[in-house]
């Protein structure tokens, strides 16, 4: 067997078991449920950070010193 066929291979049984979980995942009611709450905590968590990186890398590149406070004499 060829390197090429075998990472063919591979990557047919690869596909063929996430499409198997997929199925289980999605016909099994607390699988799935499961699997919308850990899609809403990493959506939950993630979009923050990645919007407050941005946010931090924008102010950045726009070359502005940043805002200190004015502290009351």
């Not at 596909?15 to 899609?39: M, Q």
């Not at 979009?47 to 004015?70: F, I, K, M, N």
Request: glycine share 6%.
């Amino acid at each position: 067997m060829t390197g090429a066929t075998a990472r063919r291979v591979a990557n047919v049984v690869l596909i063929s078991a996430g499409v198997a979980a997929a199925y289980v995942v999605v016909t099994t009611p607390p699988l799935r449920r499961l699997a919308l709450r850990g899609t809403e905590w990493w959506l939950g968590a993630s979009v923050p950070v990645y919007l407050l990186y941005l946010a931090g890398r924008a102010w950045t590149e726009s070359a502005r010193p940043p805002v200190s406070p004015q502290l009351p004499r």
